[in-house]
Nanobody
Framework: QVQLVESGGGLVQAGGSLRLSCAAS????????MGWFRQVPGKEREFVAT????????YYADFVTGRFTISRDNVKNMVYLQMSSLKPEDTAVYHC????????????????WGQGTQVTVSS
């Protein structure tokens, strides 16, 4: 069992930066691939980034490549999403998720989800 709690969201101007954090409970955290997804009302939850259990492999959605960076700290049981050059279209609720199967861009691959943190980017 893994419980996930996101934090770090807020209101930021376009061009600004935010760092999202995801605190994970459970002694098996380091064996999970981790991902970040985002969702706006009325739309499907979409993939943002994923990182392997070791942190050696990362993958990003095309729309965030070069602007967002996913990282993890297996000692602290934390996953981070550093977001820069934010755009109004990045406004969404951001969720972290854990997958036993490792890195994956598909929602269905993830076993545990956090409640999410709101990110609002003003123009």
């Amino acid at each position: 069992q893994v419980q996930l709690v996101e934090s770090g969201g807020g209101l930021v101007q376009a061009g600004g930066s935010l760092r999202l954090s995801c605190a994970a409970s459970g002694r098996t955290f380091s064996s999970y691939g981790m991902g970040w997804f985002r969702q706006v009302p009325g739309k499907e939850r979409e993939f943002v980034a994923t990182i392997s259990w070791s942190g050696e492999r990362t993958y990003y959605a095309d729309f965030v490549t070069g602007r967002f960076t996913i990282s993890r700290d297996n000692v602290k049981n934390m996953v981070y999403l550093q977001m820069s050059s934010l755009k109004p279209e990045d406004t969404a609720v951001y969720h972290c998720a854990a997958a036993r199967s490792g890195t994956d861009s598909r929602k269905a691959a993830y076993d545990y989800w956090g409640q999410g943190t709101q990110v609002t980017v003003s123009s």
